[in-house]
């Protein structure tokens, strides 16, 4: 059975700072998403992944994925106030399991 | 991608009453999908929708308390029975991967 974790499941930072979210999951896997999830808002595509060492950039955000270590990273460059929001990873192909999300607040 | 109108966007229910969640792509695909999110928790896929068979539930979810229709391939409903307060929750529809968008949800009060 296909799982995933996020870590860390909440994140406080400030501005300006940069931070990485990890994603792994169990069992091999082609395609792996991110997703934003504003509060009281349906979920937000921000990146597929679809091969080892397949990184993308968006802003201040860039994802990346190791099929080998079964493991994604998003990571977050000099982050401001509107990242704040939670963000989850997601696994599968033909259906998407999901890991547990990543609750990013940041302060001034 | 495809564009995916949810309805309704919100409901409060009385325990023991049923409510049916619509979805509809304005494309056809081939498969749609249910997820439930919980009150502060991740998304849990309850079926896949196909057109033309019945749906597939996952481990814990079962057709008589979720009944998915499927008439064709733009469209889908799911349906919460004898709801409880255990099934607030935001529920959304999504489509095939790759990168499927997900509907703008339903979220649900039982009281």
């Known amino acids: 059975e296909l799982k995933v974790e996020q870590n860390p499941l909440f994140l406080s930072m400030q501005e300006g700072k940069n931070y990485t979210i990890y994603c792994n999951y169990s069992?091999?896997?082609?395609?792996l998403y991110w997703y934003r999830q504003d509060p009281g808002k349906s979920l937000e595509s921000l990146f597929v992944?679809?091969?080892?060492?397949a990184v993308k950039q968006e802003g201040r955000l860039m994802a990346s994925l190791d099929t080998k270590a079964r493991l994604s990273t998003l990571h977050i460059t000099a982050a401001v106030h509107d990242l704040s929001a939670t963000y989850f990873c997601?696994?599968?192909?033909?259906?998407?399991?999901f890991g547990t999300g990543t609750r990013l607040q940041v302060f001034p | 991608s495809a564009v995916i109108s949810q309805k309704p966007s919100r409901d409060i229910c009385q325990r023991g009453t049923s409510l049916t969640i619509q979805c509809q792509v304005d494309?056809?695909?081939?498969?749609m999908f249910w997820y439930r999110q919980q009150p502060g928790q991740s998304l849990t896929l309850i079926a896949t929708?196909?057109?033309?068979?019945?749906?597939?539930?996952e481990s814990g979810f079962v057709i008589d308390k979720f009944p998915i229709s499927r008439p064709n391939l733009t469209f889908s409903t799911l349906t919460v029975s004898n709801m409880s307060p255990e099934d607030s929750s935001i529920y959304l529809c999504?489509?095939?991967?790759?990168?499927?968008?997900f509907g703008s949800g339903t979220r649900l009060t039982v009281v």
């Open positions: 929708a196909n057109q033309g068979s019945e749906a597939t539930y």
């Open positions: 494309s056809q695909v081939t498969m």
């Open positions: 999504s489509v095939e991967a790759p990168f499927g968008p």
């Open positions: 997601a696994v599968g192909t033909d259906k998407l399991i």
């Open positions: 992944l679809l091969s080892n060492g």
């Open positions: 069992t091999t896997s082609d395609r």
